[in-house]
Nanobody, 127 residues
Framework: QVQLVESGGGLVQAGGSLRLSCAAS????????IGWFRQAPGKEREFVAA????????YYADSVKGRFTISRDNAKNTVYLQMNSLKPEDTAVYYC????????????????????WGQGTQVTVSS
């Protein structure tokens, strides 16, 4: 069992930066691949970024590539999402999710298949 708690969201002006954290409970956190997703009002949840259990491989949605960086510290049971050059269209609730199935990175871009989800943290980017 893994419980995920997101933090670090807030209100930022366009062009600014935020760093989101996904803190996990449980000793087996390092066994899980982690994905970040977001959901804007009236829209479906969409993939943002993913990182494998070891941290050696990452995968990004085209919309955030070059602006966002996903990383993890297994000693701290935490995954981070550094978001730079934020745009108003990045406004959404951001969720992290854990997956133990060792799927391929493209497969991790799908919403389905994750074992655990956090409750989300709101990110609002003003123009």
């Amino acid at each position: 069992q893994v419980q995920l708690v997101e933090s670090g969201g807030g209100l930022v002006q366009a062009g600014g930066s935020l760093r989101l954290s996904c803190a996990a409970s449980g000793r087996t956190f390092s066994n899980y691949d982690i994905g970040w997703f977001r959901q804007a009002p009236g829209k479906e949840r969409e993939f943002v970024a993913a990182i494998t259990w070891s941290g050696k491989s990452t995968y990004y949605a085209d919309s955030v590539k070059g602006r966002f960086t996903i990383s993890r510290d297994n000693a701290k049971n935490t995954v981070y999402l550094q978001m730079n050059s934020l745009k108003p269209e990045d406004t959404a609730v951001y969720y992290c999710a854990a997956d133990r199935q060792r799927r391929s990175l493209p497969q991790m871009g799908g919403v389905y298949g994750y074992d655990y989800w956090g409750q989300g943290t709101q990110v609002t980017v003003s123009s």
